[in-house]
């Protein structure tokens, strides 16, 4: 094991950690005489009534502290590195990569490829599994690390390699037998690539994951998502309006199959697939209790469903709102409707809803996730937006106000000289941003994690 240092970045007041003398720079060398390699082996030695603690003092001096405790109390104290240990990077050369497909000149994190299974657990990222080794695993095991979400992309051993580019990935997916038996709750995706996973490939796919059903709680199916920087990249292709159908008829008989089998739809279609092929949104049922919201399964649908919630709780009145709403072409008809959902009980509330092209990535690029600062300007400069511009928290990086391209939300505000409402997540937030004034509402976002999806946001 790495000898790594897990420096304290703050004590909380009145915490045990301050009662014992802890400061901001101390040092976390040991745990009950165990070395600590991330945070899941801190939380796990941790829940005992009495510790040991081994810690390094600024001028070099060790502590030996021993702790009494109750069971699983918390000490009250952070670490500079949350998980306790370096992110690690992923080892893929995925044809479908969609960070492989931006341009040059933007911020470094965002160029960074994750495949880290501890993610998986925290922060519900998708993992190939060919950064994780058997001690990975029976960390896994050992401390129920679950769900865990795996990007399968195919089960056959073969193309998966083609795929991940990674003569290893193939092999990888027999971890997956070793978290069956283990009894790790899961989740699985596949992004689909025309020509290559889809048809007779996709079919064995989703056959051979059904076995694992119900450990593998769900599977989602996602369209590859294609930037205009694909030069010297693999020649994938767009799905189209009949591609979509024979997608989706294949994922409902395997739903009705799985249905039968165990009461449980298992594969899922992200919104996309509904909306490309011109079709209506299953109904709530449907989705299982939505297990796929990350992968933009069912989001616009729970949108819906609690936008009527909300509305039905409301009286309606006469106020006034002029207001706008900017968001990707995806989900443009979708947040018309719900617009005109709220309209139906209050009568003066005009909303206009803008569906803004992808200049930046390109046109293929449709999610409002991906849309940058600079193309809300352009398209909007000179627009009339009213009292208020809305738009969603999956428009910005984690735990500030900046776009994809780092223009901030301050900076958008001062060139359209319009207030704006960052919207979180739910039907709630959406009604309360539409129908009160803009300085009752704070800037919001979620976590989310800083590459293609966009989280459990109010809109694809």
């Given at each position: 094991?790495?000898?790594?240092?897990h420096?304290?970045s703050?004590?909380?007041?009145?915490s045990?950690?301050e009662?014992?003398?802890l400061e901001?720079?101390?040092?976390?060398l040991?745990?009950?005489?165990t070395p600590?390699e991330?945070?899941?082996?801190?939380?796990?030695?941790?829940?005992?009534?009495?510790?040991?603690?081994?810690?390094?003092?600024a001028d070099?001096?060790e502590?030996?502290?021993?702790?009494?405790?109750e069971f699983?109390?918390d000490l009250?104290?952070?670490?500079?590195?949350?998980?306790m240990?370096e992110?690690?990077s992923?080892s893929?050369?995925?044809?479908?990569?969609?960070i492989?497909?931006m341009?040059?000149?933007?911020r470094?994190?965002?160029?960074?490829?994750?495949?880290?299974?501890?993610?998986?657990?925290?922060?519900?990222?998708?993992?190939?599994?060919?950064?994780m080794?058997?001690?990975d695993?029976?960390r896994?095991?050992?401390?129920r690390?679950?769900?865990?979400?795996?990007?399968?992309q195919?089960t056959?051993p073969?193309?998966?390699?083609q795929?991940?580019h990674n003569?290893?990935?193939?092999?990888?997916?027999?971890?997956?037998?070793?978290?069956?038996e283990?009894?790790i709750?899961?989740?699985?995706q596949?992004v689909?690539c025309k020509?290559?996973?889809?048809?007779?490939e996709?079919?064995k796919?989703l056959s051979d994951?059904s076995?694992?059903?119900p450990?593998l709680?769900?599977?989602?199916?996602?369209?590859?998502?294609l930037?205009?920087?694909r030069?010297g990249?693999y020649?994938l292709?767009?799905?189209?309006?009949?591609?979509?159908?024979?997608v989706?008829?294949?994922?409902?008989?395997?739903?009705a199959?799985?249905?039968n089998?165990?009461?449980?739809?298992?594969?899922?279609?992200?919104?996309e697939?509904?909306?490309?092929?011109?079709?209506?949104?299953?109904?709530?049922?449907?989705?299982d209790?939505?297990?796929q919201?990350e992968?933009?399964v069912g989001?616009l649908?729970?949108?819906?469903?609690e936008?009527k919630?909300?509305?039905?709780?409301?009286?309606?009145?006469s106020?006034?709102?002029?207001?706008?709403?900017?968001?990707?072409?995806?989900?443009?008809?979708?947040?018309r409707?719900?617009?005109?959902?709220?309209?139906k009980k209050?009568?003066?509330v005009?909303?206009?809803?803008?569906?803004l092209?992808?200049d930046?990535f390109g046109?293929?690029?449709?999610?409002?996730?991906?849309l940058t600062?600079?193309?809300?300007?352009?398209?909007l400069?000179?627009?009339?937006l009213?009292?208020?511009l809305?738009l969603?928290?999956?428009?910005?990086?984690?735990?500030?106000?900046?776009?994809?391209?780092?223009m901030?939300v301050g900076e958008?505000?001062?060139?359209?000289k319009?207030?704006?409402?960052?919207?979180d997540?739910?039907?709630?937030?959406f009604l309360?941003?539409?129908?009160?004034?803009?300085?009752?509402?704070?800037?919001k976002?979620?976590?989310?994690?800083?590459?293609?999806?966009?989280?459990?946001?109010?809109?694809?």
């Amino acid at each position: 094991m790495k000898n790594r240092k897990h420096i304290i970045s703050s004590v909380i007041p009145g915490s045990i950690a301050e009662e014992l003398g802890l400061e901001e720079g101390d040092i976390l060398l040991e745990v009950n005489q165990t070395p600590v390699e991330d945070i899941f082996d801190y939380q796990y030695l941790m829940n005992e009534e009495y510790v040991e603690l081994l810690i390094q003092k600024a001028d070099g001096e060790e502590w030996v502290l021993e702790v009494e405790k109750e069971f699983e109390d918390d000490l009250g104290m952070e670490f500079e590195n949350g998980l306790m240990d370096e992110y690690r990077s992923c080892s893929n050369k995925c044809i479908f990569c969609f960070i492989d497909q931006m341009p040059k000149g933007m911020r470094k994190t965002l160029y960074f490829k994750d495949d880290d299974s501890r993610l998986s657990f925290l922060q519900g990222n998708y993992v190939t599994l060919t950064n994780m080794s058997d001690h990975d695993i029976d960390r896994i095991l050992q401390y129920r690390l679950e769900p865990i979400n795996i990007s399968f992309q195919t089960t056959n051993p073969q193309l998966r390699c083609q795929l991940l580019h990674n003569r290893f990935a193939g092999k990888a997916l027999e971890k997956v037998r070793r978290l069956y038996e283990g009894n790790i709750a899961m989740n699985g995706q596949i992004v689909l690539c025309k020509g290559i996973n889809d048809g007779q490939e996709l079919e064995k796919s989703l056959s051979d994951l059904s076995e694992y059903f119900p450990v593998l709680q769900s599977v989602s199916v996602v369209p590859v998502g294609l930037t205009k920087y694909r030069d010297g990249l693999y020649p994938l292709q767009a799905f189209d309006r009949e591609d979509a159908e024979e997608v989706l008829e294949m994922i409902e008989r395997w739903q009705a199959k799985m249905w039968n089998k165990g009461g449980s739809h298992f594969v899922h279609a992200s919104d996309e697939w509904y909306i490309l092929a011109g079709r209506q949104l299953p109904s709530q049922e449907n989705y299982d209790g939505y297990p796929q919201l990350e992968n933009g399964v069912g989001m616009l649908r729970l949108l819906e469903e609690e936008i009527k919630a909300g509305l039905k709780e409301r009286q309606g009145d006469s106020r006034k709102v002029h207001a706008s709403i900017a968001t990707g072409l995806l989900a443009e008809p979708f947040i018309r409707e719900y617009v005109n959902m709220v309209q139906k009980k209050y009568p003066q509330v005009e909303v206009t809803v803008f569906g803004l092209r992808n200049d930046f990535f390109g046109e293929k690029i449709t999610v409002s996730g991906l849309l940058t600062g600079q193309d809300l300007y352009r398209q909007l400069a000179k627009k009339d937006l009213g009292e208020k511009l809305l738009l969603s928290c999956n428009m910005f990086r984690m735990g500030e106000d900046v776009f994809l391209d780092d223009m901030t939300v301050g900076e958008l505000e001062r060139k359209l000289k319009v207030p704006i409402v960052v919207v979180d997540s739910g039907g709630e937030d959406f009604l309360e941003a539409v129908l009160e004034p803009p300085q009752n509402k704070e800037h919001k976002r979620r976590q989310i994690y800083e590459q293609t999806s966009c989280g459990n946001c109010w809109e694809a």
